[in-house]
């Protein structure tokens, strides 16, 4: 399972990958749904995400060929 912090957050979160070796796709989806960053992350541990500017809430979308699509929501305050 991939681990999402700090979150709440200001700025940036950091999804750890450090469980798993295979690449993944992240998508970052504001709260009507449109793609705001999308990323390809192919090696393990943290990868910073740099959210927007606008507080709200947001949801990471991670995909991997190996494992279920997971959907962690982000709130930036």
Known sequence: EIQVYPNPTNDIVFADFSTSDDPYT?????????????????????FPVQLPE??????????SELELPQCIKVVKY
């Open 26 to 46: 992240l998508e970052l989806t504001n709260g009507h749904g449109r793609v705001v960053r999308r990323f390809v992350v192919s090696n393990t541990g943290q």
């Open 54 to 63: 606008e507080a709200g809430i947001y949801y990471l979308r991670v995909v």
